[in-house]
């Protein structure tokens, strides 16, 4: 099911009711606090959630024609009744923390019609969204003054299939003084897993509804026909030859888009696609489930396109694939991302990557301009690539704040290079994008990557040439090297020896610069210094790369770390 994120500070909370009022009055927070709940007390702040807020009035409209709604509601009508005769509330949010269905009632749990840290500051419903897992909040641990005596803990619901956060299911009750979890923890953990298993039970029918049209298009295996739901393909063996990655991930937004329109959606293939499409919907109880599209080659001898990943996407190293999937899972929102790391980690190529095949429109604030000046062309809904923040002026980042505040949902990556400590402008911006951060590991952290890099960066050999090929000497000597300069130093030592060497066969140590050819000149590290180096790691990317930060985490000076990384960096 899912794995527990216990409060920081319920055993704690008589001194973060201190802490919280010496915060609201602008006043140093002592030392202790967690430092998530004091983020998140920021995050409120910045969004502008006054602490005395009085929730809106139980009856406010809710979504309707909700699939989740209408697989839940039977469900906990049959668990409700299990809240007993205690004061508690029961709960369900979608994907936007709206609230569909609410049942029970205790004094000071009013009903509120959402749930987003930007209405209402922290809560366990945002919390256990954000991080796909059982959270719980207690007490002081909220922003509003209504909820500092009231404990929570919310589960996320995720698709059968997917695995993406559907909504949250919540019990919220009185202030609760002992251990966590949460005396009705089991409870909603139970409500959420019957939940699911209801929605697994009715995504069956549609996606044989599917299926069965798949089958009738295909009748003659010579048709090349694809069939899509946003989700799940079926595609034929000729439309497999004909279709390229970049035409069947048009097609999936062409379903995606009918279901959600529940109308017909034009399709837009990318430019030399070698093929139209012709659309029908396929509908289920009046609903549009997906579509089947017929392929047919615009020519016979049109030359096919050859995709080819970006070099910032190769490699299978954990922390890559870690970052890689955590920034996918991000953009399937509309909602800002920031992509930190080091210089020459691959943050920009990344961004482009995930919004890929749209035309986003790339702002870089080191080359100067005037960013309003940079967002007045920028046409709605086309996606945006912010390139190093840390370079924003002041008045560059009022209006990126000012565009976020009035526009939530959009579709912005922002690309930031940790280094000197940021103005507190730029540091509520990153306040406000803590939670949709992704740490772009540095290539030293993921060396084993360096062989499938080295395949990707290197240039298309002149035709009658072989590809460039490395001694296993010459490959031992690059996994070595510290690389400061992460992938886009890689890039420029590759092309510089498919440029200029002269000799024939693998690259042999020899032709490597200087500095990769003679290796670290760093001591071997004693088994306590590797795991200090891991803890000093590991501290880093939880704080973004920040180093004052990361220091006062791990309780010593800046100087310290500074010293500490050039030791082990030799």
Not at 64 to 87: D, F, K, M, N, Q
Not at 503 to 513: C, D, F, I, T
Not at 527 to 540: F, G, K, Q, S, V
């Amino acid at each position: 099911m899912t794995t527990t994120e216990h409060s920081p500070a319920v055993h704690a909370l008589p001194p973060l009711r201190v802490a919280r009022e010496r915060f609201l009055s602008g006043r140093p927070v002592p030392e202790g606090v967690p430092e998530e709940v004091l983020a998140a007390w920021r995050r409120a702040r910045f969004f502008g959630v006054p602490h005395d807020l009085r929730l809106p009035a139980a009856d406010t409209p809710r979504p309707h024609r909700s699939p989740l709604l209408g697989a839940a509601r039977p469900v906990l009508e049959r668990i409700a009744p299990a809240l007993g005769t205690g004061p508690s509330v029961l709960l369900l949010t979608d994907a936007r923390l709206r609230v569909l269905w609410t049942s029970g009632e205790a004094p000071g749990l009013a009903p509120c019609p959402e749930l987003s840290e930007q209405l209402v500051g922290h809560n366990s419903a945002a919390l256990a969204l954000r991080r796909r897992r059982r959270a719980e909040v207690h007490g002081p641990e909220h922003f509003l003054d209504v909820w500092q005596d009231v404990s929570a803990v919310s589960v996320p619901v995720l698709a059968p299939k997917g695995g993406q956060a559907l909504g949250t299911l919540t019990v919220a009750s009185h202030l609760c003084a002992g251990r966590p979890p949460h005396p009705q923890a089991a409870l909603a953990e139970a409500a959420a897993g019957a939940v699911e298993a209801e929605l697994l039970a009715r995504a069956g029918r549609p996606e044989q509804v599917l299926l069965d049209a798949y089958l009738r298009a295909t009748r003659s295996e010579h048709r090349a026909v694809a069939a899509l739901d946003g989700r799940n393909r079926l595609i034929s063996a000729a439309a497999e030859r004909l279709a390229t990655p970049e035409v069947l991930r048009a097609l999936e937004r062409t379903a995606t888009a009918a279901r959600h329109a529940d109308a017909p959606a034009g399709v837009e293939l990318p430019a030399g696609a070698g093929c139209d499409a012709r659309i029908d919907l396929v509908r289920h109880e009046g609903a549009v489930v997906g579509i089947v599209a017929f392929l047919e080659p615009t020519a016979e001898d049109a030359p096919r396109p050859r995709s080819r990943p970006l070099p910032c996407l190769a490699g299978s190293s954990l922390p890559w694939r870690h970052a890689v999937e955590r920034a996918t899972e991000l953009v399937r929102t509309p909602e800002p991302v920031l992509l930190t790391g080091e210089r020459g980690t691959g943050k920009t190529a990344l961004a482009r990557e995930l919004l890929e095949p749209g035309d986003p429109m790339l702002v870089d604030a080191a080359e100067g301009g005037s960013l309003e000046q940079e967002l007045a062309r920028w046409g709605a809904g086309r996606p945006l690539v912010l390139r190093h923040a840390e370079r924003l002026t002041q008045p560059a980042v009022a209006t990126l704040n000012s565009l976020l505040d009035a526009r939530p949902d959009t579709r912005l990556l922002v690309t930031h290079t940790p280094g000197t400590p940021p103005g507190p402008c730029l540091q509520r911006l990153l306040d406000k994008l803590a939670a949709r951060t992704v740490v772009l590991p540095p290539l030293r952290e993921r060396t084993e990557d360096i062989r499938e890099l080295l395949t990707a960066l290197a240039p298309r050999p002149a035709p009658g040439s072989p590809p460039l090929t490395w001694t296993l000497d010459a490959l031992r000597a690059l996994e070595q090297h510290p690389w400061p300069g992460n992938v886009t130093e890689l890039a420029h030592v590759v092309h510089a020896l498919a440029e200029h060497r002269r000799a024939s066969g693998p690259v042999r140590r020899a032709e490597l610069p200087d500095p990769v050819r003679e290796g670290p000149a760093s001591r071997p590290l004693s088994p306590m210094e590797h795991a200090e180096r891991a803890t000093i790691l590991e501290t880093l990317h939880r704080h973004g790369g920040n180093k004052s930060r990361a220091a006062a985490a791990l309780g010593i000076g800046r100087a310290t770390l500074y010293r500490k990384l050039r030791e082990y960096e030799g």
